[in-house]
Each structure stands twice: as structure tokens, then as C-alpha cells.
């Protein structure tokens, strides 16, 4: 009986630890956005796009940026071209939900404007990823948009359970 | 039985190892000709693209778009749409007579105020230029009787009517319809396999134009067509095809001997001495001849001993518009909202326009978001 | 991964085939647990591991169960307690947090979990086994590999049919294949398919279109978009089960039947013998007989009728329109036992009356939320004076009626009896052949050129 109860707890404790790791949020690191700017932009080609302030900001995004802690924001420097870099960083992470939205209309519209037309452009416009962690959130429309996302996630999330097993990711 | 059921085999196996074979050895294209847009590539394969199962998703995508025989396929696949009973597909009709035509939608109403709302406070911004909207109705409104039986479609009168009550007076509301509905027993005014109007159908709405807007020395026009063979965005779109390709024609005018003029696309930091881009003939999307496509701004400079100048904010339908209305200014600015990132203030300010002409198709119009975000820039 | 998908097709498949049928003996269990694995894996990267883990537990708790007899129903009682706190916290917790909230006031945090594909359909096996060793069946399965592929198998993974170890055991060490079982196979797996690709997705088009009329649409189509959910679930969900089916035949493996023609069902306890019949079959194996079944007084039987009903509503989803679609057949069966059944009406009002009480159940089930079924129902019924009939409902009939006349056809055993016909005579095997060619075309042509193809019972 005393074999059966410990087996039964043994399974238990093993149920909760693949909870917890299905579960748990990622966890994430505090980088100034100035950092990861500078890292981004010696990592990658800024090429189709310009740092852009919180005008253009609101203008593609219809969002104020006053009203989130950081942004960091790359516009298409011509407008033939629909590469962007946008990352934020929220004061409160009930703030993701608007920003997400934000980010899918400007989506939309990109694609609409597109449509028929780029198909260059309406290519990288289907390929675009959001990313988001703890209170940042990331939209990126790039031919490297999966590199870039790696950079952007390895940059600021604690590496996951898995991260870890097969050795990946760490402190930069 | 079971020397059928052997075969049935086979014939399976056969099917599924011949084409995935084939599908290994036959090299990746990067673009399809018959759907106008690039295919999908191998994923990018790494930890994080598993785990949010973003590899997964566009593997299938890269599976289907760079399946043998994919052209085929999907030639077979609209056969069988069309056999079972199908007149649409992706919001275009099939029309009796085999040409194309776009659904118009119910549009989003608090847009459509947001919208009216910009266009009104700039209207009363900037108080100097005439003010012009030309809204032209679509292929659905001119030639309802062609429809497929019973095909549902917002009503784009309505609309049209509605638009221009709510217009502001100070801005003069161009309507076609009169025009456009008595031509066109006579003359194509769209293309069948494309969503624009036909350089035929603007030259009708330049006609009504010139006498709203007091332009008197039109010279004569030679109509000469340049392609026979453009096969528009429709078809890419809904898979239809169509009886046969579209003509493009433009309308030469016969100008003054010392008239020039130079169009220069300032974005791109290019110039040009005419309005047609003939390489694009060689391209896919023929329309595109008029100024090479859709650019944030083009900046028309003419020799005319004129004080007019003009402003168009406009789509793509301008595009085969615009040539007609260069003889008649001393210059000729373009802007395309969806492109254009500047500040419209700043150049309405600076340039001291006489007229401002908007010109968008209902269909465009009822869906845009960029006029407003462009028009209430300042605010 | 999907059945209907390029990626499984002509990549999984083919794969899949050739290791199976190259390995020896002995490995093919292993192959078959990897490949599914991967099947798995390809859908839900992550919740892989939980399967991994409902694996091993209901492996070692029936090697324990085995071990010591005299704990077995302590035992059993822990591993049902574990796999049904496993389905509820991914399925039902967040659905369970909101009615919370809302009916004590609270604020409990309400966590969006998603739900791990299939899991309703494996954690139903896993317990079919650990409930039927203590009942002592069979013996414990010793072997880990064999007892991971009997869960994991691809072909019902995620959509059923569920298959109940007692079925299966035999198999799972001992299974023959051949040639012409392969081609067997191969035709009820495309007949599957076509039922998926040409007619489920078709018709699901029709229903999608009526849905985004809204609210003011005509009775016609109305009852257009009901009719198209009534045949897109049936040919979605039977088609799914060829294809399970046919795939078991190619491996080596033996399935029941999970349909028998349901729409031609005369009564509502009828059509339920005859739709998802390996779920009936559970419920009736493991809730309601041991509840007593019928064999109880009326209030006790009328009490086992709606808990299984309710039980049953509630596996198909965390929503209350599920609960509700579930009880209304409890109270139709009910009805049908205590009344209906004493009244004799000729067979073809029975059978309207199956089709209409059936048709009326799907518009609760494909509702997002019980007041748009409400609605729907409303419409069907032509109240606030809408039109009966207008220019949309006859453009609809106009683009779908082929279809829902072949929906109609293929929904009834004449279809079914036709096809075993041709089988039979051996002139029209060429023909059938060549039919079975044509359907396998057109199916690739629809899925490679698909935008439209999500499984119904994926959400389940």
C-alpha cells in the first residue's frame, strides 16, 4: 500500500511540473529599448526603413505613444517599401490587447493597399509577425522578420525550460 | 475481389509517391504568372518557429504553392466551381457574357463618418481652391442587367446619393451617372477582366468635368489602342477566366507645337516626359502603363501659360484620368493617400493650389481608411 | 496535422507507408508510436508533453493496478480522478471561472487556456482501459511501446473513432497486412476524403455565407444555412472516420464503424445508434450502465438519461449551448421512451419528425452563444415579419443546389448500396476504379487550392 501511495504521488508531482511548464508565462528581462535599438540596428539593415517618432507612430497605428512606457519604431523609409520594426513596451499589460488590435489594423490596411498591386510587398505583408511577451509587444515586416524576431525574443525573454535543454539562448 | 482491390492500391500508392517525387524534384518557383503573386518559400526552421507551430502553418502553405502542377489544379478546381452552379468566387462575379465584376460590399459606417468628417474640416480649412469629387460608380451600378441572376449587392446609387447629400456645399459633386449610363449600350466603360474603368469611360467623366470645372480650350483627341492582350486583377483574383483579353486605348492629344511637359515622380526621384510608361505593356498588369502605377505623389509641370494649378487626391482609377487633364494647367499635382506619408498641410500651404479634385471608385472609397488619416493630418 | 492537408498526403503519408511497411515485425509498433507522435507534434508543438505524460500514467497505473490487487479500486479510483482533472482544467477550467464569477460576483482571474487537439478523444481511450483492467478484461499492457501507439495511433488521434483498448488489444501484437487490405484501405480513405474536401467544405461554404447575413435573413435562407451545417457536420465528421478507417485498414488495423447512415434514422434514439457511435457506445459503457441504465425505476432512469445527456453535450465543448444541445436530446429520447413510442405513426412522418428534431438540435450546436441559436431559430420560423423568400435565398439556391441534392444523395444508404454493388459485379469494377481516380483528383485539387478547411471536430 505504502509502494501504490508514494507511485500516486510521484504522478501528481510529475502532472504539476508538465503544468507548470506548459503554463507558465514567459518570463522577461528589463532592456532600455535604446539597447535593443542598438543591437538591432548593428545587427541588421535598416534598408526600406527610418527611425521614426511618435507622429508616424500614431499616424499608422492610430495609437498614442505617450500612453505606453517605450516605443521603439522603424517606419518604411519610402512608400513603396512595407518594411517596419515596431516594438513597445506597455505600461500595464492590459494595454496589449488595443496595441494588438492597433497593429492588426495597420496589418490589414498595409495588405489592402497592396493587394494586386506589390507582390513583393504583399508577400513580407503576409509573412509579418507579432510577438509578444510580458508587456512588450513586437511587429515586424521584413524579408528577415524571422530573424529579426529571434533577436527581438532572445533579447528580452528569460530563456524558456526548453531554451535551456538544448542550450540555447542565455544571457547575451 | 481481390485482385481489384490491388489495383485500388496501387493506383493510390502510385499517386501519392508520384507526386510527392515529383514535388522533390522539381525546383521551387518564386512567382506565379496565373495568380499574380509571389509563392511561398521553404519555412524558416529553427526551435522558436516549432514551438508556436509558425513552421507548421506555412509549411502547408509551401507545400500547396509549390505543388506539382499546381496551375492545373487550380484550372481544374474553378471547372468544377463553375459546373456546380458557382458565379462567384473571392467577391467577383461572372457575368453572362463572361466578364467580370466586383461585389460591392456594405461599407463600414463609422468610417464612412470619419471619413466625411475629415473631408469636411479640410474643405473648410482651406477655403481658396475649387473644390471637386468625382465619385465613379463600378461596373455593379452601370451594368446591373449583365449580374448573374439573383446576385446580391449593396446598392452603390444609394450610396452615391447619400455621399453627395452629406458632402459639404463648398465642395462641387461631379456625378457621372447620367453620362456613364448613356454610353454604355455603346461603349465598354470597364474592362472585363479588371477592376478599373476603361480610358473610354474617363474620357466621359473628363467631358463632365471640363464643364463643371470652366475649361475651354480642349483640343482634339486621337484614340489609338496600345495592348490587346492585358488580362487584369479580377481574373488573378476570383480564378475566372474571361472570353477574351482586354484593350487598352489612350487618348493623344493633338497639343500646340511648343507644348511640353514633364511629370516627375518625387518620391522615387524620377523624371519623365510623358504620362505612359510603355514598358509596363511588356508586365502583367497592363494598366499600369498610365505613369507606371500608383505613386505617393507625381508632381505634372506644363508649359501652359496658365494660373491654374491643380491638386488630385485620387486611386487608381485617376490613373487613365489624369492624362486628359494635363493640357489644361500650369501644373498638375497627384497625391494617393495610400502611399502618402507627408504632410498634406504643409503642401497645400506651399503650393497655393486653384483647384482640388478628389476622384476615387466606390469600391475603393467605401473601404478606405488613408484619406481620412492623410486629410486630418494636423489634428 | 490534418488528414485533408498537402503537408499529410504527399509528405506524412507516403513516409509513413514506406517506414511500415520496410520495418520487420517487431518495430512496427514503434514506427507507428514515433510517426504519430509526430502526427501530434505537428499540430501541438507543446501539448505534446501532456500527452506524453497521460501515456505514461495510465501505463504505470495499470502495471500497478496489476501489482497490487488488493489497492486496484483505490487505484482505478486515482486514475480517473487524474484523467478526468487533466480534460477538465483544459477543457472546461476557464468556462468553469467565468459562470463562477458570474453567478458569486467574484473576479477570479480567467485564464485563456487553449485546448489541446483531441484530447477529449485520447483521455476517453485511456480511461476505456484503466476502467476495463480493474474490471479485469484483460491483462495490463507490459509493453510501453505497444500501449504509446494504442494511444497516440494517428489514424483516430484527434477525431475519433474512439477505439476501446478491449477491441484493439489483439491487434496491437498481432495484425496482418496484405495488398489487397492496403487498397481496401486506400478506397475508404478516399471516399472519406471526397466527403471531407468536395462535399463538407463545399456546403460549410454555404453556411458561412448565411451566418454573415446576420440577423435579417429570409426563412429560406435561414433554413438554406441550417440544412448546409446538418450535411457539413455529417460529411465533415463521417468522412474524418472513412479516412480513420481506411488508414487502420492500410496498417493492419481494425476500426468499427462510427456511422451508419444517421439522417435515415426513424427516430431520435435510432439516429443516435447510428451517428458517433463509438461515443454512444462509451457513455453507454462506462456512465450509463453503471448508473443502472434502464433498469431502475423511472425517476432513477429518467436521472441516468440526462446526466449522460448532459455529460455527452458537455464533452462536445465548454459552452452552454452544448449543455442545452445535450439536454434537449436527453428530454427527446425521454419523450420518445415514455410517449412517442405508444403512439404508432406511419415511418415517413417518423423520419421527418428525426430530421426536423435533429436539424433543430445543429442550430444550437454551430451557434456561437445561445441567443444567437435563439436568433437563428427565429429566423427559421419567419418571426418579425421577414420575407419568406428573397432575392439572396434565391441566389443561394441558385449557387448551392447541386450540391445540397448531392448531400442529399450521398447522405442516404442508396449511395452506400450502389457503391457495394459496383464492388460486387465485376463489370463495373472498372468503372469504379476510375471513379475512385477522379474523386482522388478532384480532392487534390481542392486542397491544394484550399483557403477553407477547418475540421469541425477539431474543437471538441
Redesign the interface.
Known amino acids: ?1 505504502k ?2 501511495l508514494l ?2 504521488l510521484i ?2 508531482l ?2 504539476v511540473l ?2 507548470v ?3 507558465s508565462n514567459k518570463r522577461t528581462r528589463e532592456v532600455p529599448l535604446a539597447e535593443v535599438d542598438a543591437a538591432f540596428s548593428a545587427g541588421f539593415s535598416t534598408e526600406g526603413m527610418e527611425k521614426a517618432g511618435e507622429m508616424r507612430f500614431k499616424r499608422a497605428f492610430g495609437l498614442n505613444a505617450a500612453d505606453y512606457q517605450e516605443l521603439l519604431y522603424y517606419t518604411p523609409d519610402n512608400t513603396m517599401s512595407v518594411n517596419e520594426y515596431l516594438l513597445l513596451r506597455v505600461k500595464d499589460e492590459a494595454q496589449l490587447t488595443e496595441i494588438r488590435a492597433g497593429i492588426e489594423r495597420r496589418l490589414e490596411t498595409q495588405k489592402k493597399n497592396f493587394d494586386g498591386y506589390g507582390t513583393d510587398q504583399t508577400e513580407l505583408l503576409n509573412k509579418a509577425k507579432i510577438w509578444s511577451a510580458g508587456p512588450y509587444i513586437a511587429f515586424i515586416v521584413s524579408r528577415e522578420a524571422d530573424a529579426q524576431l529571434d533577436f527581438t525574443a532572445d533579447m528580452l525573454e528569460e530563456p524558456g525550460f526548453f531554451a535551456r535543454l538544448f542550450g540555447k539562448g542565455g544571457k547575451k | ?2 485482385w ?10 502510385i ?3 508520384g ?2 517525387a515529383a ?1 522533390l524534384f522539381q525546383p521551387d518557383r518564386a512567382y506565379s504568372p496565373a495568380e499574380k503573386r509571389n509563392l511561398t518559400q521553404f519555412p524558416a526552421l529553427s526551435l522558436r518557429t ?4 509558425s513552421f ?1 502553418d506555412r ?2 502553405d509551401y ?2 504553392d509549390q ?1 506539382p502542377l ?1 496551375d492545373t ?2 484550372r ?2 474553378t471547372r ?1 466551381s463553375i459546373l ?5 468566387s473571392q467577391g467577383v462575379y461572372r457575368c453572362e457574357d463572361g466578364s467580370l465584376m466586383e461585389r460591392f460590399d456594405a461599407p463600414d459606417r463609422e468610417n464612412y463618418k470619419e471619413t466625411l468628417a475629415a473631408i469636411s474640416a479640410f474643405s473648410a480649412r482651406y477655403k481658396g481652391p475649387d473644390m471637386y469629387f468625382m465619385l465613379v460608380p463600378n461596373a455593379v451600378s452601370v451594368y446591373p442587367e449583365k449580374l ?5 449587392t449593396e446598392d452603390q446609387n444609394a450610396y452615391i446619393d447619400r455621399f453627395y447629400k452629406d458632402l459639404p456645399l463648398s465642395i462641387r459633386a461631379l456625378d457621372l451617372r447620367n453620362d456613364l449610363n448613356a454610353a454604355a449600350a455603346d461603349t465598354q466603360l470597364y474592362y472585363a477582366s479588371d477592376h478599373h474603368w476603361t480610358t473610354d469611360a474617363a474620357l466621359i467623366a473628363f467631358m463632365n468635368y471640363k464643364k463643371t470645372a470652366g475649361l475651354d480650350n480642349v483640343p482634339p483627341f486621337h484614340r489609338s489602342v496600345i495592348a490587346n492582350d492585358f488580362t487584369g486583377s479580377l481574373v488573378s483574383e476570383s ?1 475566372f477566366s474571361v472570353p477574351a483579353p482586354d484593350a487598352i486605348t489612350v487618348y493623344l492629344p493633338e497639343e500646340p507645337e511648343d507644348f511640353y511637359y514633364t511629370v516627375s515622380y518625387t518620391n522615387e526621384n524620377l523624371r519623365r516626359a510623358s504620362c505612359y510608361e510603355t514598358e509596363k505593356l511588356k508586365e502583367d498588369d497592363k494598366y499600369q502603363v498610365f505613369f507606371g502605377g500608383n505613386h505617393p505623389i507625381i508632381e505634372i509641370n506644363t508649359s501652359l501659360d496658365s494660373t491654374r494649378s491643380l491638386l488630385v487626391i485620387k486611386d487608381s482609377y485617376a490613373n487613365c484620368f489624369l492624362p486628359f487633364l494635363v493640357p489644361e494647367y500650369r501644373s498638375v499635382t497627384v497625391v494617393d493617400p495610400r502611399y502618402y506619408y507627408d504632410d498634406i498641410d504643409v503642401l497645400m500651404e506651399s503650393r497655393g493650389f486653384t483647384d482640388v479634385l478628389f476622384l476615387y471608385n466606390v469600391n475603393t472609397f467605401a473601404e478606405d481608411t488613408n484619406l481620412k488619416t492623410v486629410l486630418k493630418n494636423a489634428q | ?1 490534418v488528414f485533408s ?3 499529410f ?3 506524412f ?2 513516409v509513413t ?1 514506406l517506414l511500415y511497411y520496410l520495418v520487420p515485425e517487431k518495430g512496427k509498433n514503434l514506427v507507428l508510436l514515433v510517426l504519430s507522435l509526430i502526427f501530434y507534434a ?2 501541438e ?3 505534446v ?2 500527452m506524453l ?1 497521460s501515456i ?2 495510465n501505463y ?2 495499470g502495471l ?1 493496478m496489476e501489482k ?1 490487487e ?2 486496484k479500486k ?2 482505478l479510483i ?1 486514475s480517473v480522478i ?1 484523467n478526468l482533472f ?1 480534460i477538465g ?1 483544459f477543457k472546461y477550467y476557464g468556462f468553469l471561472i467565468e459562470n463562477l464569477n458570474a453567478v458569486f460576483r467574484l473576479s477570479l482571474p480567467v ?1 485563456k ?1 487553449a485546448l489541446p487537439i483531441g484530447i477529449s478523444f485520447y483521455t476517453f481511450q485511456a480511461l476505456s482501459y484503466v476502467i476495463d483492467l480493474y474490471r479485469g478484461r484483460f491483462k495490463a499492457q507490459k509493453n510501453f511501446i505497444a500501449f504509446g501507439a494504442y494511444i497516440t495511433m494517428f489514424p483516430q488521434l484527434i477525431a475519433g473513432p474512439i477505439v476501446r483498448y478491449e477491441d484493439i488489444k489483439d491487434q496491437m501484437t498481432n495484425r496482418r497486412l496484405s ?9 475508404r ?2 471516399i472519406g476524403l471526397a466527403k471531407k474536401v468536395l462535399l463538407a467544405n ?1 456546403i460549410g461554404a454555404l453556411f458561412n455565407e448565411v451566418q454573415a447575413l446576420g440577423a435579417e435573413v429570409s426563412t429560406l435562407s435561414a433554413w438554406l444555412g441550417a440544412l448546409a451545417y446538418t450535411f457539413q457536420i455529417y460529411f465533415d465528421f463521417s468522412g474524418y472516420s472513412d479516412m480513420a478507417i481506411g488508414l487502420g485498414d492500410m496498417l493492419g488495423f481494425h476500426f468499427s464503424e462510427n456511422f451508419k447512415h444517421p439522417y435515415f434514422a426513424d427516430s431520435v434514439t435510432d439516429f443516435w445508434r447510428r451517428w458517433h457511435i463509438s461515443l454512444g457506445t462509451w457513455f453507454r459503457e462506462y456512465v450509463y450502465i453503471p448508473l443502472g441504465g434502464n433498469r431502475v425505476k423511472v425517476l432513477r432512469h429518467v436521472f441516468n438519461i440526462l446526466v449522460v445527456w448532459l455529460l455527452t453535450g458537455l464533452w462536445h465543448g465548454a459552452s452552454w449551448n452544448f449543455v442545452f444541445w445535450g439536454l434537449y436530446y436527453g428530454l427527446l429520447l425521454l419523450f420518445e421512451k415514455y410517449i412517442l413510442d405508444r403512439i404508432r405513426l406511419p415511418k415517413i412522418l417518423r423520419r421527418l419528425m428525426m430530421i426536423f428534431a435533429v436539424i433543430i438540435g445543429w442550430v444550437f450546436f454551430s451557434a456561437e452563444s445561445l441567443p444567437q441559436a435563439f436568433q437563428t431559430l427565429a429566423a427559421m420560423f419567419g418571426a418579425g415579419g421577414r420575407a419568406g423568400i428573397d ?2 435565398a ?2 443561394l439556391l ?6 445540397l441534392i448531392f448531400c442529399a444523395f450521398f447522405s442516404f444508404p442508396a449511395a452506400h448500396a450502389l457503391l457495394n454493388k459496383c ?2 459485379e465485376t463489370t463495373l ?1 472498372v468503372p469504379l ?1 476510375l471513379f ?2 477522379v474523386l ?3 480532392s ?7 483557403n477553407y478547411n477547418p475540421f469541425l471536430y477539431f474543437r471538441f
Open positions: 500500500m509502494k501504490v507511485t500516486e504522478a501528481v510529475l502532472l508538465v503544468m511548464l506548459l503554463l | 475481389m481481390k481489384y482491390r490491388r489495383i485500388a492500391g496501387f493506383l493510390f500508392i499517386f501519392i509517391f507526386l510527392a514535388a516549432i514551438a508556436d507551430g507548421m509549411m502547408e507545400a500547396a505543388f499546381r489544379f487550380m481544374l478546381k468544377l456546380r452552379g458557382s458565379v462567384e448573374p441572376a439573383h446576385a446580391p480564378g | 496535422m492537408s498537402v503537408t498526403l504527399f509528405i503519408l507516403p507507408l505537428w499540430g508543438p507543446l501539448y508533453f501532456l505524460y505514461l500514467f504505470g497505473m500497478l497490487h488488493g489497492a483505490q487505484i486515482f487524474i487533466i482544467f485564464r487556456i495488398g489487397a487490405r492496403l487498397g481496401k484501405g486506400a478506397l480513405f478516399i463545399l432575392e439572396t434565391r441566389y441558385k449557387s448551392y443546389g447541386l450540391p464492388e460486387k469494377r476504379l475512385a481516380v482522388l483528383i478532384l487534390t485539387a481542392c486542397l491544394v487550392t484550399q
